[in-house]
């Protein structure tokens, strides 16, 4: 590993984070990651909802080590290995003939999970304001119950109990971002806004590879629409169909670039939401505040 690059991405959803992994799968000799915290807190055997069992579709080509580890690129592989225990000793393999190592995950899917948190990475922070998170957030929530609600529906307090709130996601970063400073795995991790990542994109990915040790060039810029790239991520098989064929990531699928964002000249009415997604705004703003006053800035 000492001559690797490794890096962990840590984002909340509806920050333009598969996206980011999109454009990172341009750096040479390069691995990306997708989800596995995810795939283990949802689908693997230490999965926080025991009585589900997902149907996952078979991909082929799926092959293990001897160590119960992925041969690369392991695309669409099923979740049943994937327990907290196994995914930090796949994200500290031994990935030859890769020279970076970028790992996707969302931060609230660690689960308190603090051990299987890997060595050897840096640690990059993805967030958003959360008046753009939850809105979408709540669309996507629809999505898992297959629309039969509307956005009017308390949609949010009808998730699985036993899965982290999305009230509380901000509060989670925070509190893993303390974690990995003073657990010292990472004593100086950078926090990107999304909005500045689509604003500035070149300043932005050549400021954080500079800090992380990963030489920038202008074809992290753009890419191929489609989804095709995926078949060189380690993903679950889980996480590979909804990437190809959910709504929700039909943006990843579309885009061939950073798109600017839409700058509102006022922050909405936060009466003008549902209630679920205000609690949501509410509790998430003070953490949100903190983490942005202290994210990269070029």
Same mark, same amino acid.
């Given at each position: 590993?000492?001559?690797?690059?490794?890096?962990?991405?840590?984002?909340?959803?509806?920050?333009?984070?598969?996206?980011?992994?999109?454009?990172?799968?341009?750096? &040479?000799?390069?691995?990306?990651?997708?989800?596995?915290? !995810?795939?283990?807190?949802? $689908?693997?055997?230490?999965?926080?909802?025991?009585?589900?069992? &997902?149907?996952?579709?078979? =991909? +082929? /080509?799926?092959?293990?080590? /001897?160590?119960?580890?992925?041969?690369?690129?392991? *695309?669409?592989?099923?979740?049943?290995?994937?327990?907290? +225990?196994?995914?930090?000793?796949?994200?500290?393999?031994?990935?030859?003939?890769?020279?970076?190592?970028?790992?996707?995950?969302?931060? %609230?899917?660690?689960?308190?999970?603090?051990?299987?948190?890997?060595?050897?990475?840096?640690?990059?922070?993805?967030?958003? %304001?959360? =008046?753009?998170?939850?809105?979408?957030?709540?669309?996507? !929530?629809?999505? $898992?119950? /297959?629309?039969?609600?509307? @956005?009017?529906?308390?949609?949010?307090?009808?998730? @699985?109990?036993?899965?982290?709130?999305?009230?509380?996601?901000?509060?989670? #970063?925070?509190?893993?971002?303390?974690?990995?400073?003073?657990?010292?795995?990472?004593?100086?991790?950078?926090?990107?806004?999304?909005?500045?990542?689509?604003? %500035?994109?070149?300043?932005?990915? *050549?400021? #954080?590879?500079?800090?992380?040790?990963? &030489?920038?060039?202008? !074809?992290?810029?753009?890419? +191929?629409?489609? !989804?095709?790239?995926?078949?060189?991520?380690?993903?679950? *098989?889980?996480?590979?169909? %909804?990437?190809?064929?959910?709504?929700?990531?039909?943006?990843?699928?579309?885009?061939?670039?950073?798109?600017?964002?839409?700058?509102?000249?006022?922050? &909405?009415?936060?009466?003008?939401?549902?209630?679920?997604?205000?609690?949501?705004? +509410?509790?998430?703003?003070?953490?949100?505040?903190?983490?942005?006053?202290?994210?990269?800035?070029?």
């Amino acid at each position: 590993m000492s001559d690797q690059t490794r890096v962990l991405l840590w984002a909340l959803p509806r920050t333009c984070s598969t996206i980011l992994l999109k454009s990172l799968s341009n750096i &040479p000799e390069s691995q990306m990651i997708c989800e596995i915290f !995810s795939s283990a807190n949802m $689908f693997g055997p230490d999965r926080v909802i025991p009585t589900y069992i &997902p149907t996952e579709p078979i =991909y +082929e /080509g799926i092959e293990l080590d /001897g160590n119960g580890l992925l041969k690369l690129p392991g *695309s669409g592989f099923m979740s049943s290995i994937c327990s907290f +225990e196994w995914v930090k000793r796949q994200l500290e393999a031994d990935y030859q003939g890769k020279k970076v190592i970028i790992a996707k995950e969302f931060a %609230n899917n660690v689960n308190g999970r603090y051990d299987a948190i890997p060595k050897g990475y840096r640690h990059v922070f993805l967030i958003r %304001n959360p =008046y753009k998170v939850f809105p979408s957030w709540k669309k996507m !929530s629809l999505e $898992f119950f /297959g629309r039969k609600l509307t @956005p009017e529906d308390p949609v949010f307090d009808l998730l @699985p109990k036993e899965l982290s709130h999305p009230e509380d996601a901000y509060k989670e #970063v925070t509190e893993l971002l303390q974690h990995i400073k003073e657990s010292n795995l990472d004593t100086d991790p950078i926090i990107i806004d999304s909005d500045d990542l689509l604003q %500035n994109p070149k300043e932005i990915l *050549s400021a #954080v590879c500079s800090r992380v040790g990963i &030489p920038y060039s202008d !074809s992290l810029l753009s890419w +191929e629409a489609g !989804s095709s790239i995926i078949n060189q991520w380690l993903m679950s *098989s889980g996480i590979k169909v %909804n990437t190809e064929k959910s709504d929700t990531t039909k943006n990843f699928r579309n885009t061939t670039c950073f798109k600017k964002p839409v700058h509102e000249s006022e922050i &909405p009415d936060l009466a003008t939401f549902p209630l679920d997604v205000q609690r949501c705004i +509410e509790n998430s703003l003070p953490y949100f505040l903190t983490l942005f006053d202290q994210r990269l800035k070029c």
